[in-house]
């Protein structure tokens, strides 16, 4: 969206540097429109499996993956948006020492769901912003999850329910939805459990004039 063509409703500093999201998440699309900011949204296409499996090997932790990933994503698209503030942002989910990745169809999506049915999981977010290449601030957060108990049935009746959607997110749920039917306890702050760390986000953006005070 170009500034030109901004909505009533957008908090946007009309002089302020120009905003890139460098993620292709729809979630992370949402939560940003829906905070009233003004920005463009383009996919990095960074090789994310090639990039967790090295790490992995290397001894990282879930977190460390997640703000590896979302600097390289921003890094990518900065190099193709001299002078805008490039935000970058990842998320991994971490159970038992397993690391779980989006389910490519529904049937990987209900054995993700039974494997963390009854658990505790973390979802270990990372978001950086960038400017012509240099990384100028970054968050990381840590928010546990837990999943009461189901069975077969359920996971398959709320996949049914919840649609391709579901597919979207590590898991196969998303919060902001029908997923919330999963869990029995949450602790963390919701954004990141989205995937993206708005309120420091949000700060950040205040302090560089993007959005008003």
């Not at 905070?35 to 383009?42: I, P, T």
């Not at 928010?143 to 189901?150: E, L």
Request: aromatic fraction near 6%.
């Amino acid at each position: 969206m170009s500034r030109e063509e901004q909505s009533p409703g957008r908090l946007i500093e009309p002089d302020g540097p120009a905003l890139v999201l460098a993620s292709a998440s729809a979630s992370r699309r949402r939560v940003l429109a829906a905070a009233g900011l003004c920005f463009e949204a383009v996919a990095a296409g960074v090789d994310e499996d090639e990039i967790k499996q090295s790490l992995r090997a290397e001894g990282a932790q879930a977190v460390q993956v997640a703000e590896t990933l979302a600097e390289l994503k921003a890094a990518r698209i900065s190099a193709r948006r001299p002078g805008a503030l490039v935000v970058g942002a990842d998320q991994m989910l971490a159970c038992e020492g397993r690391w779980y990745d989006k389910p490519a169809d529904a049937a990987t999506a209900v054995e993700q769901l039974l494997a963390l049915a009854g658990r505790t999981h973390s979802l270990e977010s990372s978001v950086c912003v960038l400017h012509n290449g240099t990384r100028l601030w970054h968050h990381n957060a840590v928010c546990r999850v837990t999943m009461r108990a189901f069975d077969r049935p359920f996971a398959e009746r709320y996949l049914a329910a919840a649609g391709p959607a579901a597919l979207e997110s590590v898991g196969g749920y998303q919060l902001e939805g029908l997923g919330v039917q999963l869990f029995s306890r949450i602790e963390g702050d919701f954004f990141e459990i989205l995937g993206l760390a708005l309120l420091p986000l949000l700060g950040f953006l205040r302090e560089r004039g993007v959005v008003p005070r």
